[in-house]
């Protein structure tokens, strides 16, 4: 039994399919399904039933299976170890980003990030939250950056930073001549939402305390993935919307003129490095904190913050 093998086998238990397997870890499929049926027989079992489509694991398989994501996961670690002891910073560092941070934040610290930390091969992928944590406890991703809190069992996060709410309230508006603005003021029936999956959208249902509220009563009902586009709507008199603060920078300065602040405490949001609590890449995830942290603090610099936590839903 060889760590390659148990590779393949979580391969297959993955995609459910040889060749779709064998593409993953970069070999022949006959060769993936020779080294599968060698183990097999070495353990004097059947992993997986081929009789069945897609391919399923047997009762065994499974608990096989379970055991040699530990196996393999340990592995890696034992490399982790060494290369924290030497005080090596490289490698490759997979970190999902939500998509209501990735336009803003990235832009800002990559470049200086890979500068600093010339040996780390950062892959990056944007994805909702769910996906993050998912992607995080499979072991797919190392970490991701996620507005918190999210109180997934075995995940921790590390805040970042903490980024206030700004309204953008077109001059036709009734709300455009009022200056700091409080969350009794906001009514969602007037609010373009980014559409389901989006924390954001959670944040600002939870700031609207929306449970009271019924935004089916509007005469139009839009749920838009771009804030690009919900700008552009409010421009055109069909409401208002509610923008991270970061993302308020990239506007002209035109645009910057229908951006409203609220009251303080200011309503923000938390971003979080999130991992495993097993995460031994430690050392990367500390360089990244760094990194962001000295960059958006003199970007953000507000004092009186309160964090509006997103809607909590189910985790099952």
């Keep these: 039994m060889t760590i390659t093998q148990l590779n393949y086998l979580l391969a297959v238990a993955e995609y459910k399919n040889f060749t779709k397997a064998s593409e993953k870890v970069f070999v022949t499929q006959p060769t993936l399904s020779m080294q599968v049926q060698k183990l097999e027989e070495e353990l004097g079992v059947k992993i997986f039933d081929r009789t069945k489509k897609p391919i399923k694991l047997t009762p065994v398989g499974e608990k096989i299976i379970a055991q040699a994501k530990n196996i393999v996961n340990e592995s890696i670690r034992i490399q982790d170890i060494v290369e924290q002891q030497k005080g090596f910073i490289g490698g490759e560092f997979k970190l999902g980003i939500i998509p209501t ?41 190392d970490a991701g950056i996620a507005a918190t809190p999210l109180e997934f069992e075995n995940i921790i996060e590390k805040p970042i930073y903490y980024e206030p709410f700004t309204a953008y309230i077109p001059k036709q508006h009734p709300l455009f001549n009022k200056t700091d603005l409080t969350p009794d003021d906001l009514d ?19 700031l609207c305390k929306a449970s009271q509220l019924k935004p089916d009563q509007r005469q139009f009902y839009l749920e838009s993935g771009s804030f690009e586009t919900l700008i552009k709507l409010s421009d055109e008199g069909l409401g208002m919307t509610l923008l991270p603060y970061l993302h308020t920078l990239d506007l002209s300065s035109e645009k910057q003129k229908f951006v409203k602040f609220f009251q303080k405490p200011y309503p923000s949001r938390e971003i979080s490095i999130v991992h495993h609590k097993n995460e031994l890449k430690m050392h990367i995830i500390d360089a990244l904190m760094e990194v962001i942290n000295s960059i958006v603090r003199a970007a953000i610099q507000f004092q009186d913050i309160e964090i509006i936590s997103p809607v909590q839903k189910s985790k099952s």
């Design 101 to 141: 941070v990735m336009p803003t934040l990235l832009p800002m610290f990559l470049n200086n990030f890979v500068k600093k930390y010339p040996k780390i091969n950062l892959k990056i992928e944007e994805l909702h939250t769910e996906a993050i944590i998912e992607k995080i406890q499979q072991g797919h991703l």
């Design 188 to 206: 969602v029936d007037e609010i373009l939402l980014l559409e389901d999956g989006h924390c954001f959208k959670d944040n600002v249902l939870n």
